[in-house]
């Protein structure tokens, strides 16, 4: 039997869910949790085998929780289930260690599926998903700031303009730029703020 604790913000999901494995006979869900820390301690409780996780939740959010969890419960298995799929949100939530991720559109049979494939320590992914992850891989450098480029980060970080930044590195403003959509590209975000949460995220700023 497959023990699976649920972790959610949203109540009315997570009575869904718990509806879909009703008549499973092999996965009983043993508990629920609204976010992510209350999630670690019901999966560390319940002798959780696999962990459903959404991924934004108030306070300890699904990518936090599950770094925890692959440190302090390392038994259990992460399955990320989620609306997002954008590729800020799916890197960061694998490299904590989640084993799967999947999109809230996916059919009962395919997450019924996806759990049992976790709990045997298989990985699942949405297509969407994989095809970030193909191509993270197949982009030069993909994911890896040069240092010039933590350096650019960092003065955004603490708040520097381009103008601001260009002249702390003794560098044009267009390089400035230039080094920017690098540091887009390469986190898989859209503006600066993206950029500097995405930094913290990954330890890139101090």
């Known amino acids: 039997m497959i023990r699976l604790v649920i972790v959610d913000d949203h109540p009315i999901v997570r009575g869904g869910l ?34 459903l996780m959404d991924l934004r939740m108030p306070g300890m959010d699904g990518v ?25 949100d799916v890197l960061p939530a694998i490299e904590a260690g989640a084993i799967g991720y999947l999109l809230k559109d996916a059919l009962p049979d395919e997450l019924m599926r996806a759990v049992r494939a976790a709990a045997r320590g298989e990985s699942v992914l949405a297509p969407s998903v994989t095809q ?50 690098h540091i887009y590209d390469k986190l898989g975000v859209r503006d600066r703020a993206s950029a500097v949460a995405e930094g913290y995220r990954r330890r890139l700023l101090t």
Do not use: C, W, Y
């Open 64 to 88: 936090a929780a599950t770094a925890a969890l692959r440190e302090r419960v390392p038994s259990a298995r992460v399955l990320i289930l989620t609306t997002f799929d954008s590729e800020s």
């Open 132 to 181: 970030h992850l193909m191509g993270q891989v197949r982009r030069p450098g993909a994911g890896t700031l040069t240092d010039r480029e933590k350096e650019v980060l960092q003065l955004v970080a603490n708040g520097s303009s381009n103008r601001e930044a260009a002249t702390a590195l003794f560098i044009g403003e267009a390089s400035i730029k230039t080094h920017l959509q």
């Open 18 to 51: 718990r509806d879909t494995f009703a008549d499973t006979e092999d996965i009983i869900v043993v508990g629920e949790a609204g976010d992510g820390a209350e999630g670690i301690e019901r999966a560390k409780l319940l002798a959780a085998d696999v962990v």
